[in-house]
Each structure stands twice: as C-alpha cells, then as structure tokens.
C-alpha cells in the first residue's frame, strides 16, 4: 500500500487522470491510452493475489480501476453508494481501512476492499483501493475456517449466503481474553466443537472460527 501510494503521489495521478476525464467528459477515450502505463506502474510496486486496483479522486469519482471497467467514472457517492468503495471513501482519513464484503458492478465473486488516503505535497489527494477476492484468503485459512468481525458479522464465510449476516454462535467467543491466548474451544449450537482465534491489527478485530 505505502509503494503503491509513493507512486501516485510522485506522479500526480488523481490530479492527471481527473483531467483526463474532463477532457471527455467523463468518457474513456483518453484514460484508455494511459490505463496500460498506470497498471505497469502500480504492478511493478506491489505483492500479492489483488483481483483488482482503484483510485478515487476528492469528489469520489473512480478515475482508475486495473480490471472491473464497469466501475470506472462512476460516483461512490451516488452510482456506487451501495458497495464498499462508498465505505473506503467516507473512511479515507482513517489511515488503513478495511471494509466489510460486497458483490461490486460487473464482479461474480465476493472481495474485501483495503483502502487508504495517497496524498503529498502540491498533488491532488485521492482514495487508493486494493480489492481482494475472499476466496484468496479462504486458501490461506483453510476450507473450514469462517471469519467474523467485532460485531458477529460473517465476513468471509465457505456458505456466501452467510455473508454480512450474523454468527449465531458469537456470543460464545470470548473476545476479553489475554493477548497471550490465542486460540479457546466452545460447543457451537450444532453439538459440534468449534475453535476460534482472535486476530488484531490496529483497529481491525477478525474472530477466525473452524468447526
């Protein structure tokens, strides 16, 4: 996130790809002529299995999306004030924020939205959106293993009905515990026992449950 940002920054791509779409208002035609360039840049800076990359300028207006072109010039505030992306936008002054599941334009599969403010110096701040597909993150906690938020909201479930509904089970998780106990057992409502880990990153509190 922090070598993505730098890159933005340096180059000044919100104040340049808004301008680009004024230019045509609010068309592609010219977007498309930089998109390959901003996607190598970007690319060359980061790691891992993101399913797509946004920007959003000061209005809330996407001006840049790698992959789901479905999304670009679209307002978070008004087209897209249903999604995660109206989330990321609201929370951009927030340092590091991570928003909850949802189905975007044009996308057939559940990702989390990791978003922060990219601003410096005499450029134009804008919102920087890493999209990660959930499925990737079910690869590395495991098929059985579901994550739920500090409200009991499933956030990554094997069911995707279960999606942003909530844990049944949650009031048996033990969130008080010491730092130094990371993982505890109840019996779940099914009659099966079920093990939890607590994980923290600064203000992100995720419960990963297998049964």
């Known amino acids: 996130m922090v070598q993505a940002k730098k890159v933005i920054v340096d180059h000044d791509l919100v104040k340049n ?80 924020y991570i928003g909850p599941s949802s189905l975007l334009p044009d996308d057939r599969a559940y990702t989390i939205a990791v978003s922060s403010l990219a601003s410096g110096t005499n450029t134009l ?8 597909d959930i499925s990737k993150i079910r690869e590395v906690v495991g098929d059985n293993t579901s994550i739920v938020d500090s409200s009991g909201t499933y956030i990554i479930a094997g069911d995707y009905s279960k999606i942003n509904a909530h844990y049944r089970d949650f009031e048996k998780i033990n969130l008080s515990r010491p730092e130094g106990e990371k993982t505890a057992y109840f019996t779940g409502a099914a009659g099966r026992v079920c093990r939890y880990t607590v994980f923290r990153h600064d203000d992100l509190l995720w419960i990963l449950v297998s049964e």
Do not use: W
């Open 125 to 132: 701040p804008g919102t920087f959106i890493m999209i990660i």
């Open 17 to 96: 790809l808004t301008h680009l779409l004024r230019m045509n208002n609010g068309g592609d035609k010219y977007y498309l002529l930089e998109k390959e360039s901003i996607t190598m840049l970007i690319r060359s800076v980061t790691e891992g299995a993101y399913a797509d990359f946004i920007l959003v300028n000061e209005q809330g207006t996407v001006v840049y999306a790698m992959m789901n072109h479905a999304l670009f010039a679209k307002n978070v505030l008004a087209a897209l004030k249903n999604t995660s992306l109206k989330a990321c936008y609201e929370n951009r002054n927030a340092g590091l």
